[in-house]
């Protein structure tokens, strides 16, 4: 019996790109026009509004296109499964917990080797991205005289380190949901 827990996390698994893209947008629009309204001292809101419009409009585009090539990696890896088992296979990669179904185990064990690969990845250009951002942020602090892009830099940072420590988390719930997958005793009638 598939676990009849629903939360916005397993919505979210399962949600269309464009919803996704919708959100990004609404959200990073508002986020990058209020950020150029408050670092140009003599901004006008029509130039922050165009700035939170196309700000906003990038960033959804990019992350959409990352959402959908992410979501066809994991599909290739774990075969095409149902919305249900698919939420059931994000859940226990996301909690840690094993899947109900024995039969989600072998697309279990796969997407475990794509996430630690991507961990792996991640823990080279995430640190590289992230500093090369927070560096910027304190040229431009350093050149402008503009406190909001020490916080920036402070933002950026603070993210750095909180990616590092969530990767190491994820890393032990990954091996600790693969060690329960390996020691669950197996069905002889399969």
């Known amino acids: ?58 960033f959804a585009l990019v992350m959409g296109a990352f959402l959908r090539i992410a979501r066809g990696r994991d599909r290739a890896v774990t075969g095409d499964l149902s919305r249900a088992d698919a939420v059931e296979v994000a859940r226990a990669g996301r909690t840690g917990e094993l899947p109900a179904e024995r039969d ?6 796969d997407l475990i080797k794509r996430r630690r690969e991507q961990y792996r990845r991640s823990s080279v250009s995430g640190p590289l991205v992230l500093g090369a951002i927070a560096l910027l942020h304190v040229g431009n602090a350093l050149n402008t005289g ?43 009638a399969k």
């Open 146 to 188: 503009v406190g909001w892009w020490w916080a920036g830099a402070a933002l950026m940072v603070t993210l750095l380190v909180w990616t590092r420590v969530q990767a190491q988390r994820n890393l032990a719930k990954l091996d600790r949901l693969e060690t329960a997958i390996n020691s669950r005793p197996h069905d002889p």
């Open 1 to 58: 019996m598939r676990s009849a827990r629903a939360s916005w996390r397993d919505r979210a698994e399962t949600a269309p790109l464009w919803a996704w893209s919708g959100l990004l947008f609404l959200l990073f629009g508002s986020f990058f026009g209020a950020f150029y309204f408050l670092l140009t001292p003599d901004a006008d809101a029509g130039y922050a509004l165009v700035a939170g419009v196309l700000g906003g409009l990038f």
């Open 104 to 109: 989600l185990d072998g697309p279990m064990l």
